[in-house]
């Protein structure tokens, strides 16, 4: 659980430049954001299932990722219908 602790900061610090730009962004500033915070953040529960030992992260995780995944695809369509 050491190393999961500064591991768990640094992938959370890359999280917020990332939520930034989904919130404040150009449309496709906002996808790039959405593309880079959803591994970001899966990896973050997967990081947080091992040191915890908790199997319910890893499933929150796993289903993130999916959802993450369907949302840049989608918000991708929409993006490429306005320009």
């Known amino acids: 659980m050491s190393l999961a602790v500064p591991a768990l900061a640094v992938m959370l610090g890359g999280v917020l430049p990332a939520l930034l730009a989904?919130?404040?962004?150009t449309a496709e500033d906002r996808l790039a954001g959405?593309?880079?915070t959803g591994p970001l953040v899966t990896l973050a529960l997967t990081l947080l299932a091992a040191a915890y030992g908790r199997p319910s992260y890893l499933d929150v995780?796993?289903?993130l990722a999916l959802l993450s995944?369907?949302?840049s695809l989608v918000f991708a369509r929409f993006l490429?219908?306005?320009?």
């Open 22 to 25: 989904t919130l404040r962004g």
């Open 61 to 63: 995780a796993l289903v």
């Open 34 to 36: 959405l593309i880079v």
């Open 69 to 71: 995944f369907a949302g």
């Open 80 to 83: 490429g219908r306005t320009l």
